[in-house]
């Protein structure tokens, strides 16, 4: 197999412009601790509950972690991972609400079942 390999010099040169490498921006160390909450809540639902208190936690430190991010003039990274810890959070509590209403409702079906069969 022959391969083809075509010069950029020329005229052309302007229309293809040349791959510009990049490093990606370091993560706020506080948009780090978001996203781990955040994001953990959802398999921490499956722990007793252990996800409600740390989506809690994560919503309440997003918006600082997100300033420190926008107040860092580019030098930090994170916004995408503050969002998506977000998200899980919001996720999270809703499933806990969730639970919440079929356990009561599931309590209060098995109050008035025995009641009905036990004869009071």
Not at 21 to 28: I, K, R, S
Not at 43 to 51: A, D, I, K, S
Not at 73 to 94: E, K, N, P, Q
């Amino acid at each position: 197999m022959e391969q083809h390999v075509t010069e950029v010099d020329g005229p052309d040169h302007d229309e293809y412009p040349e791959a510009v490498e990049t490093e990606a921006l370091p993560t706020a160390r506080s948009a780090a601790v978001v996203g781990m909450l955040g994001v953990g809540s959802l398999p921490g639902m499956l722990f007793c509950g252990l996800g409600t208190p740390m989506a809690v936690l994560a919503l309440a430190l997003a918006p600082s972690a997100r300033r420190q991010v926008v107040d860092s003039h580019g030098r930090f990274g994170g916004l995408g991972l503050i969002r998506a810890a977000r998200i899980c959070s919001v996720i999270s509590l809703v499933i806990a609400l969730l639970m919440t209403v079929g356990l009561v409702l599931a309590w209060n079906w098995l109050i008035d079942y025995a009641r009905e069969h036990n004869g009071d």
